[in-house]
């Protein structure tokens, strides 16, 4: 399977503040790929980073990935209390399965 | 904008009954995608379809059943529900893992069965 784990399980914060949590994995990847997923919601995509790439930016995201430690960061800047919800991170791998396995997630919350 | 659609936000069904859960998909996706979520579980994958009529078993995949007869449509079973099957269900798919592209979810159908 192809299982990210994401890391802490929980996160409380204030607004304004930065909220960072990480995706750690086993084998190589072709990409990575983070979630959002706001209470009783399906997932939304926030960003794919491809194996060659170190850092990605979309907005107050921004994603890194060390492949030589098999990890990802998704740091949100300047949070709000929109941004409360769970967040999940996925690898895929070239010749991989196409079976897609999620961890239980990144629970965030920002309190106003 | 890839569009997933679950046929019910909310379904009650009684124990015993067999139900269908539908998603279709609008962009030509060979990949579909079925889930369940329970608190503190996280996201469990019960099977997925990587081409018409093909089907392959997820982590939890007992008492359950899929049907993909076309592309666009790929239909969960519950054969007999039990109340252990009452849940958030959500339905996704994507391109081929070499396509680089990301999953698109639906909204999810919330199912209670009493």
């Known amino acids: 399977s192809q299982q990210g784990e994401e890391d802490p399980q929980a996160l409380s914060i204030q607004e304004g503040e930065n909220a960072t949590m990480n995706c750690s994995y086993k084998?190589?990847?072709?990409?990575l790929q983070w979630y959002r997923q706001n209470s009783g919601r399906g997932l939304v995509h926030l960003i794919l980073?491809?194996?060659?790439?170190r850092e990605k930016h979309s907005g107050r995201l921004r994603v890194t990935l060390d492949t030589s430690k098999k990890s990802s960061s998704l740091l949100i800047t300047a949070s709000r209390a929109a941004d409360t919800a769970s967040y999940f991170c996925?690898?895929?791998?070239?010749?991989?399965?196409?079976?897609?396995?999620f961890g239980k997630g990144t629970k965030l919350t920002v309190n106003p | 904008d890839v569009k997933v659609t679950q046929s019910s936000r909310y379904l009650v069904k009684r124990t015993g009954e067999k139900v269908f859960l539908e998603c279709v998909q609008d962009?030509?996706?060979?990949?579909m995608f079925w889930y369940r979520q329970d608190p503190g579980l996280g996201l469990r994958l019960i099977y997925f379809?990587?081409?018409?009529?093909?089907?392959e078993k997820g982590d939890i995949p007992e008492g359950y059943s899929v049907s993909r007869e076309k592309k666009e449509r790929f239909s969960l079973i519950l054969e007999s529900a039990s109340t252990n099957q009452t849940s958030m269900y959500l339905c996704?798919?994507?391109?081929?893992?070499?396509?680089?592209?990301?999953?698109?979810f639906g909204n999810g159908t919330r199912l209670t069965v009493t």
């Open positions: 379809s990587y081409d018409v009529k093909m089907k």
């Open positions: 996925i690898k895929r791998s070239q010749g991989g399965s196409e079976k897609l396995v």
């Open positions: 996704a798919s994507s391109l081929p893992v070499n396509r680089n592209s990301p999953l698109h």
């Open positions: 980073i491809r194996s060659n790439e």
């Open positions: 084998t190589s990847i072709n990409n």
């Open positions: 962009m030509d996706h060979e990949n």
